[in-house]
Each structure stands twice: as structure tokens, then as C-alpha cells.
């Protein structure tokens, strides 16, 4: 069950359950463009992006700051061409448990679901700072694979590779 937490110094904090990544390299570590002198973060995808956003929108609203999250010239939240998510601008760090200090391994974080904790405080123009504090791993990422499709591949030896006759090529 998701949560908004909000403290006496402003302070909003949210949990957002069902975070997946689909370029999780740039949030562990960030793409820097050195001709522009950027750094560029990966973003999150959820399972349940509507739910997600109306939760984000009611931590939005719970700052009392003018929303920078969905409406500012630098949305943390992206609608695009590849579909919604939240955009990250800081390093993130993935934990295996809530329980644990263990960090999952750079090249594994696409294989897990999380939760993940954000932080919306005030910017210097007065608008909201979104961070993702951490990311806890809830479950793995079901990646079901159908091995009957390649059933006529099995009997051979792998380590010898697979011959595909030229007919059975699209091209």
C-alpha cells in the first residue's frame, strides 16, 4: 500500500510500488555528455501508471508548491513518444531489502520490481525537487520465455551454435 509521508520542515515523501527500469545503466551511473557538460539519468516505468500518477500528483499538491513535477519546464514526470514515466536527475541506489544494506549489482537492477522511496522538497525558484532516495527490490521481474518456440533448436549441441537455413531468414 502506497504512502505520502509529510514532515515539518516540508518535507514530502512518497512511496511508489511497481517501479520497473528499462535503461537502468544511467541510473546507477549517469551518461555525462562532455561537449555539454550534462549529465543525463535514466527513467522508471510502473505497472500501474495511472495509479502512480495520481499519487505523485497528491504529493504534489500535499508540498503547497508550485507544481514543477508535471507542469515545470523540466517535468519529472515524462509523457513522450515511448509512453509515461519518472524521469530521475540523481543517482539511484537499489537495495535487494528493506532489511538489508546489500545494493543489487549494477547489471542486474532490470531484474527486479521496486518501491521506490521519493523525496519532493522546495527548489531554489520555488518550485518542487524531486529525488529518488532508494529503490527497494519487492520481486523479481517475470521475463517468461516460451522455449517451445524454439523446440527444433534444442536437439543440437548449444556450444556448437544454431544453423538457420538461408530460406528461414526475413531478409
Not at 545503466?25 to 555528455?33: C, E, G, R, T
Not at 561537449?35 to 495520481?54: C, D, I, L, W
Not at 525558484?125 to 523479481?140: H, Q, Y
Given at each position: ?169 526475413p531478409f
Open positions: 500500500m502506497a504512502r505520502i509521508i509529510k514532515n515539518e520542515t516540508g518535507l514530502v515523501s512518497v512511496r511508489l510500488d511497481g517501479a520497473y527500469v528499462s535503461n537502468g545503466k544511467h541510473l546507477v551511473d549517469p551518461y555525462i555528455d562532455d561537449e555539454e557538460n550534462k549529465r543525463y539519468f535514466g527513467n522508471f516505468k510502473f505497472s500501474n501508471m495511472a495509479e502512480t500518477k495520481a499519487l505523485l500528483k497528491q504529493a504534489v499538491r500535499e508540498t503547497g508548491l508550485n507544481d514543477t513535477v508535471f507542469y515545470g519546464p523540466y517535468p519529472k514526470w515524462v509523457e513522450d513518444q515511448y509512453g509515461e514515466s519518472l524521469a530521475v536527475q540523481n543517482r539511484v541506489k537499489f537495495y535487494k531489502s528493506i532489511k538489508s544494506s546489500e545494493q543489487i549489482e549494477n547489471d542486474k537492477v532490470q531484474d527486479y520490481i521496486y518501491s521506490l522511496e521519493v523525496h519532493l522538497k522546495k527548489s531554489k525558484d520555488g518550485g518542487i525537487f524531486l529525488v529518488v532516495a532508494r529503490a527497494i527490490a519487492t520481486s523479481r521481474n517475470s521475463n517468461a520465455y516460451n522455449d517451445e518456440l524454439f523446440e527444433d533448436f534444442l536437439d543440437g549441441d548449444p556450444d556448437e551454435g544454431i544453423e538457420i537455413p538461408d530460406d528461414d531468414l
